[in-house]
């Protein structure tokens, strides 16, 4: 979803609504950015991560896939430029002092771009990921190619390049829940609205980024919370629903979100909805 599982885009009218932004970043690591980890496993396999990996990160948020990248031996740095609340959380996962325990000298976390990682003294990544999933938002890999272009020269060539999106809306089952969102934000629709996932969007950005494209996959990541108040809380820490609280409000979000998401509550009460997500390798020329 965003920024999250996809990007947070601002209202060109209006202003966002006012939201706790620590609390929202708490919900996205303890709930919803667990949801991709079957995502993180696949491509971390498929491309052997391990103690000789340098990984550098965009996008890494509270920076679950960066310990999982850690957890292997790897080398990580992260970048994020837009959501401070969640790079706190990341500097808690991962960094010495947080933890009280040692971690590689390596690790790095930093609020920015990547070229704010650019150090003439350090080897050259080998791996770089943009794990936030486009093809869900109109408009919602803007600004993508650029900072794959920008994170190219600090990779060494042949370096494997991985990028996500949203499968098919007829094996993803949350499509239904997130037209909500624009349905909800429909005065603020110029700032980005609902669409299907396109088969080339992947290759598109890696094109425009001046990448190879070089093999892909698809992977399960079902969606499944403990309750309806989880799976909202959840949902609205990507993000995706800000345009539509600040046409609105807090409780008509909430309303309509609670009743898109009850066709997918079980019996006991959990809410589960199956996702395939796509991933595609591209390599640094």
């Known amino acids: 979803m965003t920024p999250t599982l996809v990007r947070q885009h601002r209202p060109s009218a209006g202003g966002l609504p006012r939201v706790d932004r620590g609390a929202r970043a708490r919900d996205w690591s303890e709930i919803q950015e667990r949801m991709l980890v079957p995502l993180y496993e696949a491509v971390y396999e498929r491309l052997d991560v391990g103690p000789a990996t340098r990984v550098l990160g965009l996008g890494c948020g509270s920076g679950l896939a960066l310990l999982m ?37 390596d690790t790095r976390l930093v609020e920015g771009t990547p070229e704010d990682v650019a150090d003439a003294d350090s ?13 869900c938002l109109a408009g ?58 396109l088969r080339d ?38 993000g995706l629903f800000d345009a539509a609280i600040a046409a609105t409000d807090q409780v008509q979000v909430d309303k309509e979100l609670t009743e898109a998401l009850h066709p997918h509550q079980r019996r006991d009460g959990t809410v589960w909805m199956p996702n395939v997500f796509r991933y595609l390798i591209a390599r640094v020329p």
Do not use: M, N
Request: net charge neutral; aromatic share 4%; with cysteine.
């Open 69 to 105: 990248a850690a957890a292997r031996g790897a080398a990580v740095t992260g970048v994020d430029e837009s959501r401070p609340e969640r790079l706190a959380l990341a500097r808690q996962r991962l960094l010495p002092e947080s933890w009280g325990t040692r971690t590689r000298a």
């Open 140 to 197: 919602d890999s803007e600004g993508l190619g650029e900072r794959l272009a920008a994170a190219v020269p600090l990779a060494e060539r042949g370096t494997p390049v991985v990028l996500v999106g949203w499968g098919p809306p007829e094996r993803c089952a949350t499509s239904s829940v997130l037209r909500v969102a624009t349905k909800l934000a429909d005065p603020l629709r110029s700032t980005g609205s609902w669409r299907p996932a």
């Open 123 to 135: 080897p050259a990544y080998t791996l770089v990921t943009s794990f936030e999933p486009i093809g």
């Open 201 to 238: 969007d992947l290759e598109e950005v890696a094109h425009r980024a001046g990448l190879r494209p070089d093999g892909s996959g698809r992977v399960a990541c079902p969606f499944g919370y403990a309750d309806l108040d989880s799976a909202v809380r959840g949902l609205l820490s990507t």
